[in-house]
């Protein structure tokens, strides 16, 4: 079976801090795709990076970072100096497809960001 | 483009009742997919369409659920005789393909709350 696991139910920072965000997932399948989402007050869900199982490079695109651990079965993403506007619920999630068809989310991660 | 667009952004309904959602996805895009999202949870898939055929059903899509998409543009999401069970966020998504990667794209979605 698939499963994704946010461990950090809600996070709460402070301006200019770091953050990370973990995800640990489980799957039997050679070939996947990891994915992040954030998912702001409004609801709509913004597509922020996917990863193949082969491809194991840490990637930067400005403030986030995005570290995969094949061995720990990890994906974590990291946001430096957070600002409010990252302010939204993150969710990780999983698919044996390179397609979009059934991604398997995780139940997400709340992050505040106060000033 | 307007992005993925839904309506309506609220729907409240009596139990017993029948409620239908419509979905406008990216007008290229020939890919749509319908996920369903409750408070605290990740989404999960539902169902989707590769124009006008439906490919794929989450065991989750019981039989008063039905989706369509008649022309391969639009879709609609009708809830027969809705449960309070039934009450979440439906989340519409298209994709294209780029470079043989699929990118989702969502919609805000429609909060539905069966009283």
């Known amino acids: 079976a698939q499963k994704v696991t946010q461990a950090q139910t809600e996070i709460s920072v402070v301006e200019k801090e770091d953050v990370t965000l973990d995800c640990v997932y489980e799957?039997?399948?050679?070939?996947?795709?990891l994915f992040w989402y954030k998912q702001p007050p409004s609801g709509e869900l913004v597509f922020l990076i996917r990863?193949?199982?082969?491809?194991?490079q840490n990637e930067i695109s400005g403030r986030y970072s995005w570290n995969f651990q094949k061995s720990t079965s990890s994906f974590n993403f990291t946001i430096t100096a957070s600002q409010v506007v990252d302010s939204a619920v993150y969710f990780c999630?999983?698919?044996?497809?390179?397609?979009?068809?059934?991604?398997?989310f995780g139940k997400g991660t709340t992050l505040s960001v106060s000033s | 483009d307007t992005g993925v667009s839904q309506d309506p952004r609220h729907k409240i309904t009596k139990r017993g009742q029948n409620v239908t959602f419509r979905c406008d996805p990216i007008?290229?895009?020939?890919?749509l997919y319908w996920y369903r999202q409750t408070l605290g949870q990740g989404p999960e898939f539902l169902t989707y369409?590769?124009?006008?055929?439906?490919?794929?059903k989450s065991r989750l899509l019981s039989d008063r659920f039905s989706a369509e998409r008649p022309k391969g543009s639009f879709s609609t999401l009708e809830i027969q005789r809705t449960e309070q069970g039934d009450s979440a966020m439906y989340l519409c998504?298209?994709?294209?393909?780029?470079?043989?990667?699929?990118?989702?794209?969502f919609g805000s979605g429609t909060q539905l709350s069966v009283l």
């Open positions: 998504a298209s994709s294209s393909l780029w470079g043989g990667n699929e990118k989702l794209f």
């Open positions: 799957t039997r399948d050679t070939t996947y795709y």
């Open positions: 990863r193949n199982s082969f491809d194991e």
């Open positions: 999630a999983l698919t044996p497809n390179q397609a979009g068809t059934a991604l398997i």
């Open positions: 007008s290229e895009h020939n890919r």
């Open positions: 369409f590769q124009n006008e055929a439906q490919l794929e």
